[in-house]
């Protein structure tokens, strides 16, 4: 049964350039968490997504970053005109529409921006 | 959710039972508490939660004081692979939203 799967697990982008991260839930889960970690820092939530609806965007950046979860495929986590500042670990967890509370995080995408 | 507290750093030797403490004088009557950790670069990992009774499971135990104003996760033997950044999430379980929010953790070191 595989976790959460995230890739790529890295990214290099060059400042003006656009980054896309891809998140495959686990098998039978419909919520999806996107979670952003500055270097030295903190875990600190982005949006959460259940398929075709965002249901939650109260993390997100207002501007450049965005993020979808179709009806088929990964969710994805959209940062445009990436900037030096969006350098960070990127996690995704997902959940079961019923859940105890318990998350499960993937091993992250860690984009720098040169 | 309540706010909690937390040392920011503890040490355990290897092989002893790792103690950390969490405040949360805040709670309310239908809050959870929950534990996650973060091995250096990996993706957070659920331990434990509970609601007023102390609960164990295969990696560690929960102590919840009968006030439930703190709570105390136990490693009971300690390795090398423990030594992660904890954190204490105290939030109502939302069956619409499990969105967690995490604070500034104990970073837990196991000295060999």
Redo the contacts between chains.
């Keep these: 049964n595989a976790g959460?799967m995230q890739n790529p697990r890295h990214l290099v982008r060059r400042r003006g350039q656009e980054a896309r991260l891809r998140c495959s839930p686990m098998k039978g889960h419909s919520?999806v968490?996107w979670?952003r970690q500055l270097p030295e820092e903190?875990?600190?939530?982005m949006v959460?997504l259940q398929k075709e609806n965002i249901?939650?965007e109260s993390g997100m950046p207002k501007e450049r970053f965005s993020a979808e979860f179709p009806k088929e495929g990964p969710s994805i986590l959209r940062i445009q005109q990436v900037v030096r500042g969006d350098s960070a670990?990127y996690?995704c967890?997902s959940?079961l529409?019923?859940?105890?509370?318990?998350?499960?995080?993937?091993?992250?995408s860690r984009l720098t921006v040169l | 959710d309540a706010k909690t507290t937390q040392p920011p750093s503890m040490d355990c030797a290897e092989g002893r039972a790792a103690n950390l403490p969490c405040n949360h004088s805040t709670i309310s009557g239908n809050e959870?508490v929950?534990w996650y950790r973060?091995i250096h670069?990996?993706?957070?990992?659920?331990i434990i939660?509970g609601l007023k009774n102390n609960e164990t499971n295969e990696m560690a135990s929960l102590i919840i004081t009968e006030d439930r104003k703190s709570s105390t996760l136990i490693l009971p033997h300690a390795t090398l692979r423990d030594t992660a950044v904890y954190y204490c999430i105290v939030?109502v379980?939302n069956?619409?939203?499990?969105?967690?929010?995490?604070?500034?953790?104990t970073r837990l070191t196991i000295i060999p």
Excluded: C, M, W
């Design positions: 959460v919520h968490y979670y903190g875990l600190k939530f959460y249901i939650d670990a996690f967890a959940s529409q019923l859940s105890t509370g318990e998350l499960f995080f993937g091993e992250g | 959870y929950y973060q670069s990996q993706g957070p990992q659920y939660h939030r379980p069956f619409g939203n499990e969105k967690l929010t995490f604070g500034t953790g």
